[in-house]
């Protein structure tokens, strides 16, 4: 009888053993196909771009040059591209990180006059791409007279659709009887959004937050109408400019490709689990 049990623990265990190597394998194979841009991105900064063509593009360094991010950061003017962009980037995550909130709270546990209207009417602007709206933006832009300043590249992404979305879906999972328990111990609408509502949906706000921080980041169209002076491009259009302006120097504009993400990266890697989880959760009740 023992050697009839172990026999089929044995094959069980055998076979878990497979599966489980059969899915490393799996994983490795599309973990390389994710990182192989990234090493062709490294490997294309730093080789020396003649040598390298004439060296037939092979998988590996060729004549490297290795003060080519410091040659990209000063011919590109990187270092103003970047702080602008920064500047844009945190005024655009914080205006829409509050909006978002205070709308979504207001969708999710006030009631009011057309207010499932109201929602369908927002969430319906989520599937307005930016050129609909381009031309009458920068027409009111140049209106106001904002070009070439910080409000004329941040005003029209101050709220977000899918901000008041993503965080309506958190808080509608958060259970009413919380909701009524706060109310008896005298819990006023901010009291409770900040004190209960928000630390309960973190995990959302912060995927929101990250996302939010991806886009105003990596924004090319708007800027390219809202500016028309050097002295206001922001990272992404600073890029393209190198890209045109060092022809004979492709690697140049390949290193200042990787100076321009490594804010993302960082983010990516530290935010990465809670991100998940926000998305997660925010799927579980519509």
Known sequence: MASETTAPRTGLSARR?????????????????????????????????????????????????????????????????????????????????????LAAYAFAFLEFPLKKLMFVLVVGTLLLPIEVTLIANVETIRGLRLLNSVPGLTLPFLATAFGIFLIRQGFLGIPSELRDASTLDGYGHLRFLFKVAMPMTKPIIGSFVVISFLGAWNQYVWPRFATDRNAWQTVQIALRTIGSENVDQLNVGFAAAVLAALPLLVLLIFFQRQMIRGLTAGAVKG
């Open 17 to 101: 053993v497979v599966t489980a190597a059969c899915w490393y394998v799996v994983l490795t194979a599309l973990s390389v196909l994710v990182l192989f841009p990234v090493y062709m991105l490294l490997l294309r900064a730093v080789s020396n771009p003649i040598a390298y063509i004439n060296a037939g593009q092979p998988l590996r360094l060729v004549q490297p040059e290795w003060d080519v991010f410091q040659r990209a950061f000063s011919q590109g003017n990187l270092g103003r591209a970047m702080g602008l962009s920064a500047v844009v980037t945190v005024i655009i995550v914080t205006a829409q990180l509050l909006t978002a909130v």
